[in-house]
C-alpha cells in the first residue's frame, strides 16, 4: 500500500545527501550534517535516558586551537523493508532508521519549515 508521502525517486549523494521526489509532487533536499543531526535512533533522540545528541557546530573560527575534524560522509545506504533507509555514517553511527514519515516530517524546505 503507498501513500502520496511515499518517495517516487531518491537520489543519493554520499558526500552531500539526499533528494527525494515525492509522489505528491513535493521534492526535499537533505545536506549530510542535517540528516545526521536529524538521526532518529534512541541514542540520538535520548531515549535512553541519556542526553540527545547536539547538533554538530562548526569550530570557533577565530580560535587558533582548532581541533581537526573529519569531514561526515555517508559510507552507505540500505532500504529497511519498504518505509524507511538505514545510513551507515563515517563516524561509526548506524542505528537510526530514517523512515518515509520522518524524513517528511523533518523536511527542511521552507514550506515545511513554516508548518511546522
Not at 26 to 53: M, N, Q, V
Not at 87 to 101: F, L, M, N, Q, V
Request: hydrophobic letters at 30%.
Amino acid at each position: 500500500m503507498t501513500t502520496v508521502t511515499d518517495p517516487e525517486h531518491i537520489a543519493i549523494s554520499k558526500s552531500k545527501g539526499i533528494k527525494i521526489d515525492w509522489k505528491d509532487r513535493h521534492a526535499s533536499d537533505y545536506a549530510i550534517g542535517y540528516l545526521r543531526d536529524k538521526c532518529p535512533c534512541a541514542s540520538c533522540t535520548g531515549a535512553h535516558g541519556t542526553p540527545p545528541r547536539q547538533p554538530d557546530t562548526p569550530a570557533d573560527p577565530a580560535s587558533p586551537f582548532q581541533m581537526y575534524k573529519p569531514t561526515l560522509k555517508m559510507l552507505g545506504v540500505e532500504p529497511v523493508g519498504n518505509y524507511a533507509i538505514r545510513i551507515h555514517w563515517s563516524d561509526g553511527h548506524s542505528t537510526g532508521i530514517y523512515s518515509w514519515e520522518h524524513l517528511r516530517n523533518i523536511c527542511p524546505c521552507d514550506e515545511c519549515r513554516k508548518a511546522h
